[in-house]
Nanobody, 119 residues
Framework: QVVLGESGGGLVQAGGSLRLSCAASGITFSIDAMGWYRQGPGKQRESVATITSGGTTNYGDSVKGRFTISRANAKSAVYLQMNTLKPEDTAVYYC?????????????WGQGTQVTVSS
């Protein structure tokens, strides 16, 4: 069973920074991508950042230039450095991992970590 452990959330003032971490255990497949989604109060879940096994990154428009995703392949871990945080970044941030083992696809999610940005 895949377990994703997230950490690093918290309360920060606008303009501040936070670094989220996510470590995956129980991986029995080849990882294609890892990343982060978020869901703010009263909002739909949105993609924040994704990084593929080859290192290709993709960011949501609202975080480009402020957030940076990175990955430690050997540790099946992914990180999200969040700078110049804004109140609208307030959300629960969820880590995910996608992969495959032959024809079987895998898609697992963490429990989420709260990020609150005060104005």
């Amino acid at each position: 069973q895949v377990v994703l452990g997230e950490s690093g959330g918290g309360l920060v003032q606008a303009g501040g920074s936070l670094r989220l971490s996510c470590a995956a255990s129980g991986i029995t497949f080849s990882i294609d991508a890892m990343g982060w989604y978020r869901q703010g109060p009263g909002k739909q879940r949105e993609s924040v950042a994704t990084i593929t096994s080859g290192g290709t990154t993709n960011y949501g428009d609202s975080v480009k230039g402020r957030f940076t995703i990175s990955r430690a392949n050997a540790k099946s871990a992914v990180y999200l450095q969040m700078n110049t945080l804004k109140p609208e970044d307030t959300a629960v941030y969820y880590c995910f991992v996608r992969g495959s083992n032959g024809p079987r696809k895998y898609d697992s999610w963490g429990q989420g970590t709260q990020v609150t940005v005060s104005s």
